[in-house]
């Protein structure tokens, strides 16, 4: 198996020039054409866990060509742990949702050529190591989501506070935020690419593994000062897709406005890249930066406030997508809080979380196509006793809603208990304050997550829903897997955590040893 | 026996997945699998206890296995399992408890429409419990913390169309989560600085003084946090009088053997930890919660809120027996309640069972109609006042002598002891008027009456099984061999300071144990008396001083508000801050952004004025300049082809003429 | 006296001006063609004599056999345009031949 990443990336490509192709009257062949693309790209994802190798934390199948020689661009693939699981997440997601998207009706070429567009931007990003292509996988993935939220979306509409809202809006405004935070990603890449020289031929690179090694670093990039604007510059490219507070208001409209299957792949993929670009980008080429430890506490407040703030936020929304919305943003909170500790339990942690976020809110948002697809409204308060006439529809939610939670048993419990032991244990920095009040949004996590299931399954039956069909088959098939993965992983976590402990176990020294000593005399 | 422990431990889990997956079709509904698991369970616990007792050492370790489970690779993290008395104990409590309560249920929840459901849950709660007893880690134990926090969600919540069933679940886990938030920041305290979950590795570091001082008061206090929430001390008590609205059955299991046996089971087994600060904070807190749950169950009229309070009248008891290091004696209580306890709810099950009514105001008389259930409650009753020789008295009475004892080393204390007291004098009274309402006397509604009858046996067999153990005076013996209060520096390497007030103690606990009993008897007989006199022969109005002490009454009646006050605080503040957080998210940082946006609109048009104005302008113009210019000019483009040759012929001549000078 | 190149460049002189009179007066766009070849033949003349008196090779003489070439061609032309014209205007007068008048 040469070239697998390749393959891999490149696949859905290749099923979008097929469905090119096809009559756009033969809907089912579309629909079939996506699923085994996706498909495919799910089993060499399956063949990478199976071939990937634990013990190291070197990159794994690595391609190397030259793109464009003249300016030492490189076509550069390879994974390591911390690629891995969001590999696998992508092809898992992007094979679910075509079922999830089965029921699409408005141009369905174009939708699933899309689709598949996008899946390969999502792939690449994970895939590349040479900075000047993740930033070219970044800005696909851009363009297919733009369409497919503004037109696949819901319609435009006026909202009683007089502004614009629906599909085209909430597509625009994710487009240009993320474009914003682009802008920043590629000043930070140039200022990298001119001060780093390629210890072969002494020219400007933009290879990851280049980047990464500090004996390459020179001109500007001496200059300690200079790295801090970069690494904020690279923060704030990526803090706008995890997304970080205040940068968040494009999530809760796209997360709303798109069908329910992107919005799967907004929370469940997309809303990763973010937290994997400072992981693969951010620490470790500059992992001297944490020095400034504001940079540190400024994570772990902002990580604490996505926490509280999107709980509380999730806590006042009627929309049940909505609420979801803003549990991921309380979610990815954890993930940064994780991450600013700098310690094994809390990087680990972290991608954990990042893990099991993507498949708990993949769920999440799946069910609440189900119930939009029935209903077709999303009010929290216009259900009521659901749980009589829907019983396995609310087994799932239940089993969404308490993986949401933080319920020992269910994945999330295990990253979200791990990414604050492990911000509390940092040795570098004193967090345990900002932990302690963090984990309070376990409380108000629980406490709107149960209320609303209260609103929509107990009760008596509200007579409106007397005759709501069941969840199919269809469905049935979209979340059963998830849940499975949400117990197993609850139970046993091993299987994820030695997939990705070596490389960020690495990450963490490398980080922590360009960071010297204990900073405060901590123990 | 590590091979029994696992199996214990299986066979709920693997009931639960049965009844959940395929209960429905099974014969019976299945509730032979969820029982017969549970009655497996207790004999593999009785073998285990069976062993305790025949080796007889103080706080014996009778078996440990761990397991590597999740490795970070710096670090592990193991699941594991600890057996010692304790341990032991309390997997005799709670499996008999719990497949009592199976028993029982079969009867009960006959013809329920989820009843294959209730089994579930039932087995997924016994399942938690027993892991929470078994495993030798605080990681483990707070993993099975919540999972007992799930199954009581889930049964509480069991009749879930009514609204009142669902608010008490939600209310249940919620009240529940903040007590656990409270004790994983004592774990985390523990585990930065350890870096181990395992409860003997913790202990040994902080015998070897690796943490200590006031940071180990904050992280035992934390801890206790998660015990005022599961086993509902003051003031996270709400949620247990709500929790009676799940079915009966489940309430004598969450009441006696699992859910709040798990708070005081968890300082138990976490006892060395806890400094002599955060011991007293434990007793005070217990002795509030005590004095507190006993007055209101004074007025109460619904038999099973009265129980209620009394569990959490009781459950402050057996606090301050820990808190006052009364180790052996705060356990016991555990144990000794946990039978009669069930027993009560079980006996109050039979009651609402055959009358259908959970309101006293509607009961009366019922003794005759329902012999066991009647004794077996007394005894219950009794035992629970303190009578001698019954369990309760004896455990009881230990806790008061520790509580006395404590006193009288540090009299400012005093008044522990004293509340306590009192308190005790209560739980008899209001006990006996529980009694005393329901059997005797003349039956207030007569339709009720009539329809009344003994329950099947399911029913009567656990209340007899139960009332035989609530008797039990040779328990005592036993528990104060086996289990002896551990010492921290049992588990270090060298001694350390941290915990050390039980030597001074020990010379007056003799004789404050001679006092603390007579004094028990006392007020218990007091507190009879005084019931029977209101109750019994009705010399003594008990409508006319509720009427004198309107105030008091209606303060009690109502809780002390604290529904109202968490209503009007906490809850109020939460909602009005998530509404406010998502008004300023909608309002002030959305409308930033669309702010930016319509601003860089604005922006833009202005830009595309200046464009149309001036810069086309000046493009324009030059146009138009030249335009005009042109269209002065054409007259001389007349068309006529000689007309121009004569000007070039004219311009020829003209240069002839002007290279002339 | 014998004839020199004064005289023959007098004659080209005479020559040009009638042909530049009746470019310039005529009203008639034939006659006016014909002009033209009066101004051409005069130029000829010119270089005939010019490469008679003054220059030592032929230049002049096969430049003047060129120009005749093209004026052959360029009447042919202006004849056809001239057709053309009284095609469109029914007339030859040259006057009303201004469409190009601005």
Same mark, same amino acid.
């Given at each position: ?85 969001? $590999? ?93 935070? !682009? ?72 997360? @709303? ?50 926490? +509280? ?9 009627? =929309? ?47 069910? @609440? ?6 209903? /077709? ?121 030695? +997939? ?24 | ?51 305790? $007792? ?37 997997? $005799?409590?709670?499996?008999? @408890?719990? !497949?009592?309560? /199976? ?8 013809? =329920? ?237 039979? @009651? ?60 400012? /204390? ?75 520096? !049992? ?64 303060? +009690? ?99 002839? $003429?002007?290279?002339?000078? | ?5 004064? /005289? ?95």
């Amino acid at each position: 198996m040469n070239n697998v990443l390749t393959w891999i990336t490149f696949l859905p490509v290749i099923g979008v020039l097929l469905i090119l192709f096809v009559p756009k009257n033969s809907k089912n062949l579309i629909r079939v054409i996506a699923a085994v693309f996706t498909g495919l790209q799910l089993v060499l994802a399956v063949w990478l866990y199976m071939n990937f190798d634990t013990g190291t934390a070197e990159f794994q199948f690595k391609e190397q060509y030259s793109w464009i020689p003249s300016f030492n661009i490189e076509y550069f693939m390879g994974i390591d742990g911390l690629s891995i699981p969001m $590999v696998l997440l992508t092809a898992f997601l992007s094979f679910i949702c075509i079922f999830a998207s089965w029921g699409i009706d408005k141009s369905l070429k174009g939708y699933f050529a899309m689709f598949l567009l996008l899946d390969t931007g999502m792939m690449g990003v994970f895939c590349a190591l040479d900075f000047f292509l993740f930033y070219i996988f970044w800005e696909v993935m851009l363009l297919p989501m733009y369409f497919l939220i503004g037109i696949w979306g819901s319609p435009s509409r006026k909202d009683p506070d007089g502004m614009v809202r629906g599909g085209p809006y909430a597509a625009i405004k994710f487009f240009l935020y993320t474009l914003f935070g !682009s802008i920043f990603m590629l000043i930070a890449m140039l200022v990298m690419y001119f001060n780093v020289s390629d210890p072969v031929t002494g020219g400007h690179t933009f290879n990851m593994l280049h980047l990464m090694d500090q004996a390459n670093h020179g001109g500007v990039l001496a200059d300690f000062n200079i790295r801090l604007w970069i690494y904020a510059a690279l923060f704030i490219g990526f803090a706008i897709k995890v997304p970080v507070f205040p940068f968040h208001t494009w999530l809760p409209d796209a997360h @709303v406005e798109a069908p329910t299957a992107i919005s799967v792949i907004l929370a469940g993929v997309l809303l990763k890249m973010g937290t994997y670009g400072m992981l693969r980008i951010s620490f470790p080429m500059l992992p001297d930066a944490m020095k400034w430890e504001y940079f540190a506490y400024g994570m772990a407040i902002l990580g604490l406030i996505n926490i +509280l703030y999107g709980a509380f936020c999730a806590m006042a929304q009627k =929309d049940l997508k909505k609420l979801v919305a803003y549990s991921s943003i309380s979610h990815m909170g954890i993930v940064l809080l994780g991450m600013s500790g700098l310690t094994s339990l809390g990087m680990n942690g972290a991608v954990m979380q990042m893990f099991n976020h993507g498949t708990g809110t993949a769920m999440l948002f799946l069910l @609440v196509g189900v119930i939009y697809d029935r209903a /077709h409204h999303r009010q929290i308060d216009g259900f009521g006793g659901l749980a009589v006439r829907m019983p396995i529809y609310a087994a799932m939610v239940s089993l969404a809603f308490f993986a949401g939670l933080g319920l020992p048993g269910l994945s999330s419990f295990m990253s979200e208990v791990f990414s604050f032991l492990g911000a509390f244990g940092s040795e570098l920095f004193d967090l345990r304050l900002i932990t302690i009040i963090s984990t309070l949004g376990i409380v108000i996590t629980a406490a709107y997550f149960l209320w609303t299931f209260q609103r929509m399954f107990l009760g008596e039956l509200n007579p409106k829903y007397a005759d709501l069909p069941e969840i199919n088959g269809r469905e049935l098939f979209t979340l059963i897997p998830l849940g499975i993965i949400i117990i197993f992983l609850g139970v046993y976590p091993a299987p994820l955590l030695d +997939l990705i402990k070596t490389s960020l176990n690495e990450l963490v020294e490398v980080v922590k040893a360009a960071n010297g000593p204990t900073l405060l005399g901590l123990h | 026996m590590i091979t029994s422990a696992i199996l214990i431990l299986l066979l709920p889990l693997v009931a639960f997945i049965i009844q959940i997956f395929v209960g429905k079709r099974l014969p019976r509904k299945g509730d032979w699998v969820s029982t017969g698991a549970m009655f497996a369970a207790l004999a593999l616990s009785v073998g285990i206890f069976i062993d305790a $007792v025949a080796q007889y050492e103080p706080n014996n370790v009778l078996a440990t296995a761990t397991w590597d489970w999740i490795n970070f690779g710096p670090v592990h993290v193991t699941f594991g399992f600890l057996i010692d008395n304790l341990t032991a104990f309390m997997l $005799v409590v709670v499996t008999l @408890v719990s !497949s009592l309560v /199976h028993l029982y249920s079969i009867g009960y929840m006959h013809g =329920d429409p989820r009843y294959n459901r209730y089994f579930a849950y039932l087995s997924l709660f016994s399942f938690s419990m027993l892991g929470l007893v078994l495993v030798d880690n605080l990681f483990g134990i707070y993993i099975f913390w919540e999972l007992v926090g799930l199954s009581s969600y889930l049964l509480i919540g069991f009749w879930f169309e009514k609204d009142s069933a669902a608010n008490a679940s939600k209310k249940a886990f919620i009240t529940n989560r903040v007590g656990d938030v409270g004790m994983f920041a004592g774990i985390m305290i523990l585990f930065s600085i350890t870096g181990t979950f395992s409860f003997n590795e913790v202990f040994a570091a902080v015998a070897d003084g690796h943490v200590g001082g006031t940071l180990l008061t904050v992280a035992g206090i934390l801890l206790f946090f998660g015990a005022i929430g599961k086993s509902a001390q003051f003031p996270l008590h709400v949620w247990l009088p709500d929790a009676m609205e799940g079915p009966t059955p489940v309430s004598a299991l969450i009441h006696a053997a699992t859910m709040v046996a798990a708070g005081v089971y968890m300082v138990g087994r976490t006892f060395v930890l806890y400094t002599p600060d955060a011991l007293l904070f434990i007793a005070y807190i217990g002795t509030i919660t005590a004095f507190i749950a006993a007055t209101i169950a004074i007025v109460q009229m619904d038999i099973k809120r009265v129980l209620a309070y009394s569990t959490i009248s009781q459950l402050g008891y057996m606090m301050v027996g820990l808190g006052t290091g009364g180790y052996t004696a705060g356990l016991f209580h555990l144990t000794t309640h946990a039978f009669f306890k069930a027993l009560l709810f079980l006996g109050s099950g039979s @009651v609402i069972h055959a009358v259908h009514t959970q309101e006293m105001d509607e009961m009366g008389g019922l003794r005759k109609k329902m012999p066991i259930t009647f004794w077996t409650f007394l005894i219950a009753t009794l035992s629970i006042s303190g009578v001698f020789p019954l369990s309760g008295f004896w455990s009881k009475d230990a806790i008061l002598a520790s509580a006395l004892g404590f006193g009288m080393t540090h009299p400012a /204390h005093m008044p522990i002891f004293v509340v306590l007291l009192l308190s005790a004098g209560v739980t008899a009274f209001y006990m006996f008027r529980i009694v005393f309402l329901t059997f005797t006397g003349e039956p207030r509604d007569k339709k009720k009456y009539d329809h009344a009858h003994e329950s099947p046996l399911t029913m009567t067999i656990p209340l007899v099984v139960l009332a035989v153990l609530s008797v039990g005076t040779i328990w005592w013996g036993w528990v104060e061999h086996m289990l002896v209060k551990p010492e921290l520096a !049992s588990y270090g390497s060298h001694v350390a300071s941290a915990v050390e007030h039980a030597a001074e103690e020990h010379g007056v606990a003799h004789s404050a144990h001679t006092i603390a009993m007579f004094s028990s008897v006392v007020v218990a007989t007091l507190g009879i008396l005084l019931s029977a006199v209101v109750y019994f022969w009705r010399k003594i109005s008990a409508d006319a001083w509720a009427e004198k002490l309107k105030p008091i009454h209606t303060f +009690l009646w109502n809780k002390y508000y604290f529904d109202e006050l968490y209503a009007a605080t906490i809850i109020r503040v939460t909602l009005f801050k998530s509404r406010l957080f998502a008004a300023f998210d909608l309002k002030i940082i959305d409308g930033i952004v669309n702010g930016t946006g319509r601003l860089t609109a604005a922006f833009s048009r202005l830009q595309g004025s200046i464009d149309l104005r001036g810069v086309d302008g000046a493009v324009n113009f030059v146009a138009r300049f030249v335009g005009y210019l042109g269209s002065q000019l054409r007259g001389l483009q007349t068309g006529n082809i000689q007309a121009y040759i004569m000007m070039a012929l004219f311009a020829v001549v003209l240069l002839f $003429v002007f290279q002339q000078f | 006296m014998s004839v020199g190149l004064n /005289h023959y460049l007098f004659l080209a002189a005479v020559l040009f001006v009638l042909g530049l009179y009746a470019v310039i007066t005529k009203k008639n766009a034939v006659t006016v063609l014909m002009g033209i070849e009066l101004i051409l033949n005069a130029a000829n003349i010119n270089f005939v004599a010019f490469s008679r008196y003054t220059d030592t090779d032929m230049d002049g003489q096969v430049f003047a056999i060129f120009v005749i070439v093209t004026a052959a061609a360029a009447a042919a032309v202006a004849l056809a345009i001239v057709l053309n014209l009284y095609e469109r205007l029914k007339s030859i007068n040259l006057d009303e031949a201004d469409s190009l008048s601005g």
